[in-house]
T-cell receptor
Framework: GQQLNQSPQSMFIQEGEDVSMNCTSS?????WLWYKQEPGEGPVLLIA?????ELTSNGRLTAQFGITRKDSFLNISASIPSDVGIYFC??????????????FGKGTLLTVNP | AAGVIQSPRHLIKEKRETATLKCYPI?????VYWYQQGPGQDPQFLIS???????DKGSIPDRFSAQQFSDYHSELNMSSLELGDSALYFC???????????????FGEGSRLTVL
């Protein structure tokens, strides 16, 4: 099956620093999504990307859909303590019999020191 | 705005018992997905339904079954529970019909199942 490699696995940063994380895949995705999950809660959608090369922002978050359609990155600028959580990339393949399900990366645990 | 509603939020069962989780999708959403997330793991796809028909199947054990009802809510039935079934179970919904599909899945807050 499809596999996503997400890195880094964890990050410890100081408040105000910028953060970057990325996902790569062995196969092509039609859509890339980035979610944030806090302990005991469900993943919350941050950004969705639909076209190769697309660069999309949501406040301090910026994400890009790689040209090859096999990768995506998420940047968080000027981090704040409430950015703490696990960030998951997810790829969606809408071709063939995949039926729109998401395949998740392993997650990046972000810790922000005030 | 209304979100995906899951119940119960917490459930404790003994081995070999059965459990049923319920999911109420966002109004007008026609597709429901079930995911299982073990401690420290990423969510793993179990099964999905589109317009009340099974759409796709992932790593769902044979002991589990699910369905989507006429009001679009879905239930995940788990039988002969094992210790390894302890996990967070998430339901997500999306709107697919009439070419308006955007690919976005919205997740509920999850049901935490503990098997003792």
């Amino acid at each position: 099956g499809q596999q996503l490699n997400q890195s880094p696995q964890s990050m410890f940063i100081q408040e105000g620093e910028d953060v970057s994380m990325n996902c790569t895949s062995s196969s092509i995705f039609n859509t890339w999504l980035w979610y944030k999950q806090e302990p005991g809660e469900g993943p919350v959608l941050l950004i969705a990307l639909y076209k190769a090369g697309e660069l999309t922002s949501n406040g301090r978050l910026t994400a890009q859909f790689g040209i090859t359609r096999k990768d995506s990155f998420l940047n968080i600028s000027a981090s704040i303590p409430s950015d703490v959580g696990i960030y998951f990339c997810a790829g969606q393949d809408r071709s063939g019999g995949s039926n729109y399900k998401l395949t998740f990366g392993k997650g990046t645990l972000l810790t922000v020191n005030p | 705005a209304a979100g995906v509603i899951q119940s119960p939020r917490h459930l404790i069962k003994e081995k070999r018992e059965t459990a049923t989780l319920k999911c109420y999708p966002i109004p007008r959403h026609d597709t429901v997905y079930w995911y299982q997330q073990g401690p420290g793991q990423d969510p793993q796809f179990l099964i999905s339904f589109y317009e009340k028909m099974q759409s796709d199947k992932g790593s769902i054990p044979d002991r589990f079954s699910a369905q989507q009802f006429s009001d679009y809510h879905s239930e995940l039935n788990m039988s002969s529970l094992e210790l390894g079934d302890s996990a967070l179970y998430f339901c997500a919904s999306s709107f697919r019909s009439r070419g308006a599909y955007t690919g976005e899945l919205f997740f509920g807050e999850g049901s935490r199942l503990t098997v003792l």
